[in-house]
């Protein structure tokens, strides 16, 4: 069976624990349904486009499909980061709201249903915006390699021109600082639970057996005493900018400054979706694992029992 | 060897540059945050977005897995702090308030 840990290859910061049989059955294979959709829909047309355009110019058998997969990795460096902004995320934050505002339905059928639909809508999100990694580590790949090529100086790091964006898990950093050194307690309420209801689905790993971030209180409560009374994140945020500036006016470099700021701007826009990605790919596991919960305690199976069984064995 | 301490040295990955020494805490579950203090030194598995709230405070980070690209890595760079990552057992190595230094431009921890 397909497990979690095959994936280990693409990030092996990821999917490094034991995959429930929930997730196993539930949710794994329509990730592996969506993956051979967007192979057939979007990456072997590519290829094939490109390779039969090669192949009239080049009558070489295997030329044109070394070539035809290169261009395509060029094509979707180039383009993935808009398709992700202008359609792939709002179509996904549609799918989220819908998911967030659904009832959790009296009749238990309803609510099978209801979990099967936000799970489907969990994974062409999964899958999708996972693909869009090509663009965010390709192009931090890519000017890795660019980098000493066009670089004078040779006292160069590269990654300091990739520091100081903005992105979603600085700004669950800052709003988590907010609601802690907020002192009005009845504007503290509303903003904690406002900071739950935007950030609380982060998650550790890939599994809806591991409870999301707002179903760890303690670890927030630790987090928000330890940011009460500091420097605000968006101020030191200010100096990584400010290091990433000094480190832009310093490089020496054989091409064009213009050339070279579009390069770096071109990258940083990609690698800030990676944090980005991350953040709203799960960002549907809270709800989906609250009505998981609650169709266990009408079928009373423990919380600890519920994502052993299958998704077959549960639905019965 | 009479007074000498042996000094042991555990070699990963450079995922951000910098020098420090400091108390070392590991942490392997963002739920068992209770043991970690500001300035302390975050020896972990991994990282992921729960634990950004964290490095901020650590004043390192050293992991068990990861590359140059791991989350680790980014969100050190993002805070100035240095990481060595891909350790493979840094948190089998290292003990809770040992010293250690974490040299992130080498990607060496010693322990002291």
Known sequence: MLELRHFRFLNPEWFRKPQSKLE???????????????????V???????????????????????????????????????????????????????VNKMEIPVDSNALIGNIEKSIRMSAYGIVRIGYVGLASWGWEMLFKFIYPLIARD???????????????????NQTLWEVANETDNSKKVMMYQSFLDKFGSVVDDMDLSFRTFREKPNAIKILLDLNKDTIEPDIDHQKTLNRYQSTLNSVKLIIPFPFFIN????????????EDRRFYEFVMDYKIRVMILELGKRKNIAESELFNKSWEELKK | MGGTKEMKQIKGLSGSR?????????????????????GDILITVSTSP???????????????????????????????????????????????????????????????
């Not at chain 1, 499909?65 to 992700?84: A, D, K, M, P, T």
């Not at chain 1, 040779?154 to 669950?172: A, C, H, R």
């Not at chain 2, 910098?18 to 500001?38: H, P, S």
């Open chain 1, 24 to 42: 196993a059955t539930l949710r794994i294979p329509l990730v592996t349904k969506e993956i051979g959709i967007l192979a057939l829909t979007r």
């Open chain 1, 44 to 98: 072997f047309p590519l290829i094939a486009i490109f390779s039969l355009t090669i192949r009239f110019l080049i009558t070489f058998p295997i030329i044109p499909i070394v070539l035809g997969v290169f261009l395509y990795i060029l094509f979707e460096l180039w383009v993935l980061e808009r398709w992700y902004k202008n359609n792939l995320l709002p179509y996904h934050i549609k799918n989220i709201d819908f």
């Open chain 1, 154 to 172: 040779k006292e160069y790091i590269y990654s300091d021109l990739l520091i100081g964006m903005p992105n979603k898990v600085l700004e669950f």
């Open chain 1, 263 to 274: 390069l770096v701007n071109k990258v940083r826009a990609n690698v800030v979706l990676r």
């Open chain 2, 18 to 38: 910098g020098l420090v020494t400091g108390k070392a805490k590991v942490i392997l579950d963002i739920e068992n945050l209770k043991k970690f203090e500001k």
């Open chain 2, 50 to 112: 729960q634990w950004t709230p964290i490095i901020r405070f650590a004043s390192a980070i050293v992991t068990d897995i990861g590359g140059s690209l791991s989350h680790a890595a980014i969100i050190s760079r993002e805070f100035g702090i240095p990481a060595v990552v891909g350790t493979q057992e840094a948190t089998k190595l290292i003990k809770d308030g040992q010293k250690v230094t974490v040299n992130g431009t080498a990607g060496v921890v010693e322990i002291l």
